[in-house]
Each structure stands twice: as C-alpha cells, then as structure tokens.
C-alpha cells in the first residue's frame, strides 16, 4: 500500500494573506509558505494578522521545513513569528530568502533556521518530501511553483503566477517543465493562485508599463520626478531606473524597505544599475528637478512611510510642490484605498501633479487572470483541482474555471481555512479541521485574541460608560453615588439630565439588590450593569461598554 498524503490549509482560503499550508507524509510535516495578512480596518491597533501556529506547535518536531514560492510578505513574513516556537530550515530562491531574512535577522531568530538557497529547476528531498523547484513570473523575481513528488503522484503548488510572455528578466513561467510532469508522471492534484480568477482576459506583460514609464518621464522633462511601487517589485524598480537613466536622470532611493531591497537585489545580481547613476536621497535636493528621479516607498498609502511624510509636508528629504510629478507605479491592496486617496490628495494639495493607475497603465498585476488560469489548467490537467489564495469569491471563480477546463467537477474542492485533506488511493477527500483562526499581533505583544478586539470594537464606535458605586454591605445602603463617567458616548455637558436620570436609576436597582439581601461584590456589578446598559440603550439606541464599579467602604 502506498503512503497517503494529507494537506492543512492554515491560511489563505477565504483571504488575501496569511498563505500557509501543510504537507503530511511519512509521519512528517512540511510547510508551503507562512505568510501575514495586513489587518482590516476595523481590527483597532491591530499590526498584522497570522496564521493559528497551534497544530503546528503542538506537532512542532515533525516539521521538517519550509518551502517558500516568493518572498512577499503574504508568503513569508509569518516566518519570524513561527520561528519564536519551532526550528526548521528554510528552502527558496536567493531572492526569497534575502527578503525573509532581514525581518528573522531583526527578530534575532537566525540561528533557529537554515536558509537553504534553491536554484531554477532544482529538485531535492526535504525530509520524505521529493520537492522540486519550479520557475515562475511573477511581481517579484525567482519566484517559484512547488511540484512534490509523492507516494500518490504529482502534486503541483502554483505559487503566484502569471503567465508573463515578455518578463523584464525573461524568466518565464517554466510551461515546458510542467507540460513534461503533465504528459508524464500526470499530476495528480494542482492548488493554483485565485487572486484574479474573477478578472477576464490576460494580464498585461511587465514590460508593457516600459512605453508608459518612457512618456510619462519625456512629457515632464523639466520636473522632478518621485515614483512610489512595492519595495520588492524589483522589476518595477529597474524599469523606472533604466527610463529615469535614459533620460539623463539621477536615481535616489527613499525609504528603509527600498534602500535595503535595492542594495539586496544589486548584490544578487537581479537589479542592473550603473553606480554613476545612483545618489544620495541627502544629495537629491540639490539637483535640479529636471535631473532627478526619486524611488519610494509608500505606495500602499502607509502612514509612516516615505510618500505619505512627503504627502504631509513631514518629510525630512523632500519638499513636494508644483515642480514635482509623482507616479504611483502600483495599486491599492484592498482595504488601503482610502490611505492612498489620502496620500494622493495630500500631494495634490502640494501642487504636484500625480499619476496613477487610475489615469495611466503605470502598473501590470503580478497574477494570472482567467485567460492564463485557463492556460495553465489546459497545461497541468490535474485529476484533482484545489484552488488556494483569496477570497472565498475568488476560490469559487477560480473552480469554475477548473470545471470549464475538464476537470471533473467532483474533484473540484473548494476550501477554506482549517480544511485537512487526504490524497489516497481513493482519492481526495476531506478528513477533518485544524485550528485556523486569526493570529491578531499587536506590536511585540503577540495574540490579542478576539475579546479584545471586541472590546476595541465597542469602545471605537460606542464608547464607554463607567458607572461608580459605594455601598456598606454590612447595612446594605448606598454610601456614595452612582456617579457615572463617560468617554465617547454622548456629549457629556449636553447630556446631565440623561446622566441624572441614569444615576436614579442605577441606585434604585442597587438598593433594590441589597434590600433583596444580595451582598455579593460580583451580583451587584451585574446588577449595576443590567439597569445602566438598558437605560442607556432605551434611551440613546446605542450600546456603549459600560463598565460596572461597585466598591465596599
Ligand atoms: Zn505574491
Ligand atoms: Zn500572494
């Protein structure tokens, strides 16, 4: 009989981020990616989201590694917060790798992994795992597929993927390779990359925002030129580099995330710039505009990042004004939309002018839309077909299109989050659940936990009402009080009457309790909060968190 194959999803069925999945062979565990999902706005002073690590905690000396696809933070920036509690090494692209490590070098967690570089193609066993490594396009270089030769046949990891014919570095998305596995062994269960299942037709060539790149710098000759794009898009990088060189540019780079990324990708050979070209953001200011392009971070709209301090007037290297034009080569993650209109109007209110992709192609989605995905399926022909990373919306399209491709519509899985499946000789098949919930981190502290973030909730959109008593529990009287303190809930000066009243009405209940020989602490709280909560619902139709204090003299 041969080994069955179990796979865990922890993350990144039913949202963007957090990807994270898990092989089971032999008795050992390997990991597809751990990555973070940026929080929503509604999760107050969240950082960052991750994936449950119980069950990987609790099977931790059965995790053999890590196989990284690529080094964006959805994939991998869940790493140095895994590593805190397990040990294991980790197996990418030099580019992978050299994006994950700052962030574990900075969490001091070095010594607790291997970062094991793989090259194009390579095939190597990881414990039990038969892993081979698998070229692929996409928005940042030497990303790759995951093909795991098992005991119950091929199964093929997309990774992020387009089907890119022109990449800035050629590298294409290695078909033949996996046209080869296909015609070959088979493979027997493809997970394939949702994000633009749901957008027709195919996506743009990275190339194709050259010609874009190249007017838009002829048509503002004598300006100064700042662009924003992810730190990692190191292909954008260099397209914005070589229009800005050609035209007789100096290139600075402005933010940490850039500069480090930029130096990495120079150094691994991924990102051609002449030194001559390069100066000092320090040095950009006295430059004439007409001589300058400036690289930044912040196009995402974060607060603290570079383009958003220029946006504010706050930065210390640039003043924005109407001799600017400013190219946000990217667009909006879902959920930073309403940053970056905030960055973009801040800039307008400069007087610079912005463009965007809104108002000119300056930037091409490193996914593959339904046309490549179709591409792709008519390619593998998996027996069975899983598709991984997005919205639930994104999952469904991205099955139908599998069903649309021949795959028999039985074995089309669609699944979520904490989903366990098993690849035997039967089949696939669901066999049970892992804990997958949400990982909230704030700051160094760790797991918020939902209550919390309930709690934060509450007090952000209905603020919160405390309400004070003393009593002598030996002769069962109100001593002082009910006084009551509010924050966030209404206008306080406004509201005496209410609060009078509320007062009244507290006491009464509270007399009522020690008269009825209630002489607990806790009861009376509870009391307390039952007469506030439901005079201040009546009353106002709101639910403030009302936070009972009964003191004994
Ligand atoms: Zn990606
Ligand atoms: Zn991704």
């Given amino acids: 009989m041969t080994s069955d194959v179990r796979l865990a999803f922890l993350g990144g069925l039913g949202e963007i981020g957090r ?6 062979q032999d008795d050992k565990l390997l990991l597809i990616d751990c990555g973070l999902m940026f929080p929503d706005a509604d999760m107050h002073g969240i950082d960052l989201v991750l994936p449950d690590f119980t069950w990987l905690r609790e099977n931790a000396e059965r995790v053999v590694g890590c196989v990284a696809t690529h080094g964006h933070e959805d994939h991998v920036g869940g790493l140095q917060y895994l590593l805190r509690d397990l040990s294991f090494p980790i197996f990418g692209s030099a580019v992978t790798l050299g994006l994950a490590r700052s ?64 990449p800035v570095d050629g590298r294409r998305t290695d078909l033949a390779r996996i046209g080869a596995l296909a015609s070959g062994p088979g493979i027997r269960l493809l997970m394939c990359d949702s994000t633009n299942a749901e957008e027709s037709g195919h996506s743009p060539s990275e190339t194709s925002i050259m010609g874009v790149l190249r007017s838009l710098f002829r048509e503002h000759r004598d300006q100064r030129i700042i662009t924003a794009s992810f730190a990692s898009h190191i292909h954008r990088i260099q397209q914005i580099i070589d229009a800005a060189v050609d035209e007789g540019r100096k290139v600075a780079t402005l933010g940490r995330s850039m500069q480090k990324n930029v130096r990495m990708a120079r150094e691994l050979g991924v990102l051609r710039v002449p030194e001559s070209s390069l100066i000092d953001i320090e040095d950009a200011d006295s430059l004439p505009p007409s001589e300058v392009c400036i690289i930044s971070t912040g196009s995402q709209g974060e607060p603290m990042a570079a383009l958003s301090l220029m946006a504010r007037g706050d930065s210390k290297w640039l003043k924005v004004s109407e001799r600017d034009v400013v190219i946000l080569s990217s667009n909006a993650i879902p959920g ?15 007087g610079a002018e912005v463009v965007h992709s809104g108002i000119a192609d300056v930037h091409a989605t490193g996914h593959a839309q339904a046309d490549e995905i179709k591409t792709y399926l008519s390619i593998v022909r998996p027996d069975y077909f899983v598709p991984v990373h997005g919205e639930y919306r994104h999952l469904v399209a991205n099955a139908k299109l599998g069903a649309l491709m021949g795959v028999p519509s039985p074995n089309i899985l669609v699944c979520e989050d904490g989903d366990v499946l ?5 089949g696939l098949e669901p066999v049970g659940r892992v804990p997958a919930g949400y990982l909230y981190v704030d700051g160094i502290v760790g797991d918020v936990g939902q209550g919390v973030l309930r709690d934060r909730r509450v007090l952000a959109e209905e603020g919160v009402v405390v309400v004070v008593v003393t009593v002598d529990v030996g002769s069962g009287k109100v001593i002082t009080g009910p006084e009551i303190i509010t924050r966030g809930w209404v206008y306080a000066p406004e509201a005496e009457d209410l609060l009078d009243e509320a007062c009244d009405l507290v006491e009464a209940a509270v007399e009522k309790a020690l008269s009825d020989g209630v002489r607990d602490i806790e009861t009376l709280e509870k009391d307390v909060r039952r007469a506030a909560g439901k005079f201040v619902n009546e009353r106002t139709k709101r639910r403030p968190m009302i936070v009972p204090v009964v003191m004994e003299t």
């Fill in 422 to 426: 098993e690849l035997s000789d039967r």
């Fill in 336 to 350: 930073n939309e309403a940053n970056v209109s905030r960055v973009i109007d801040g800039l307008l209110r400069l």
């Fill in 103 to 166: 962030r574990i070098e900075e969490a001091g967690l070095l010594g607790r992994t291997e970062l094991v570089v793989v090259a194009d193609g390579e095939r190597r066993m990881i414990g039990p795992f038969d892993v081979e490594f698998i070229p692929v396009t996409h928005s940042v270089p030497s990303a790759f597929a995951i093909a795991v030769h098992s005991p119950q046949g091929v199964i093929l990891h997309s990774g992020d993927f387009k089907l890119d014919l022109t």
């Fill in 19 to 24: 990807n994270c999945m898990v092989l089971e």
